[in-house]
């Protein structure tokens, strides 16, 4: 039997159309529809251009990412800071005394102001910073010696009122106290200091390690407590207050944060700029402030 020649014409178009398809929907899924990648070590996955039809293999530099990682970490903060212990403590009940004596004169010769942070001791020397501690509340304040007492039996130490009020014991009369007094760092600097000492914002001796913005440097300890107070009400939460002896006189500093390094301490005195004009950066030495220029050499 003879097969239709158009029959076999029309099957042999057809064979060619299928298989042409099926090599277009082959082609399709290698180009575009399906990817396939099999990983390898170290080998980053392919990113697949649309645009183009075409695979392309990007690398990454896994050690740069690390590199720029450390480079946006902050430095490890080295700054630090040591409580001292006090070279000398009394116990024993303090009193307060104020409205009577207000602007009378004191044993050393001062006018006495009820309410800057003083105090009357039978024998400390005039000028002598004193922590005062309720030992019920736990509070201290930092006091200046610029009188004589107290003369009622028993008691070890009276506070201006307020002193009194700082610690809260204004209300009470009198209470159980401790007294810490502190050593003084003698050493010769490059400044002209040959002495000094460093109180946190409880009033305790402190050896601080690191960078600091100094506020101000006074002649008055009252000025130096009330601006040590003042920022600490404000919020800061490091205010130190340095006493220093140069060229035979007292001077107080009032200086804000602790940092490791001198550029830490940028943000802080860009803040502080506005009020305090000769704000600077000190570099604490042994406890002792130093300026920037002298404390590298």
Request: proline share 4%; with cysteine.
């Amino acid at each position: 039997m003879k097969s239709n020649p158009t029959t076999a014409s029309k099957s042999r178009r057809s064979r060619v159309i299928v298989a042409l398809v099926t090599a277009g929907i082959l082609s399709a899924i290698g180009t575009g529809s399906y990817v396939s990648w099999t990983a390898n070590a170290g080998e980053s996955a392919p990113i697949f251009d649309s645009n183009h039809g075409a695979t392309v293999r990007r690398s990454i530099d896994v050690d740069s990412l690390y590199t720029a990682k450390a480079e946006e970490s902050t430095p490890t903060d080295s700054s630090s800071i040591a409580e001292l212990t006090p070279d000398r403590t009394v116990s024993g009940r303090v009193s307060w005394y104020g409205p009577g004596f207000n602007g009378r004169r004191t044993a050393n010769g001062e006018r006495f102001d009820k309410n800057e942070m003083s105090a009357a001791h039978k024998t400390l020397p005039f000028g002598s910073l004193v922590r005062v501690v309720d030992v019920v509340s736990g509070k201290g304040v930092l006091v200046r010696v610029n009188d004589r007492g107290p003369y009622c039996g028993g008691r070890v130490l009276d506070l201006s009122e307020g002193a009194a009020r700082r610690i809260g014991i204004a209300g009470k009369g009198t209470a159980s106290a401790r007294l810490e007094i502190y050593p003084m760092e003698h050493c010769a600097a490059q400044d002209g200091a040959t002495a000094g000492r460093t109180f946190d914002s409880e009033g305790r001796g402190v050896m601080p390690h690191g960078y600091s913005v100094k506020v101000a440097e006074l002649a008055g300890f009252d000025e130096a407590s009330v601006l040590q107070h003042t920022l600490n009400q404000q919020g800061y939460s490091q205010v130190y207050l340095a006493e220093i002896h140069r060229d035979g006189k007292v001077r107080y500093q009032v200086l804000l944060g602790l940092f490791s390094s001198d550029r830490l301490c940028g943000t802080l005195i860009a803040e502080v700029a506005d009020r305090y004009p000769s704000a600077e950066i000190i570099h604490f030495r042994k406890g002792m402030p130093m300026r920037m220029e002298l404390a590298t050499k």
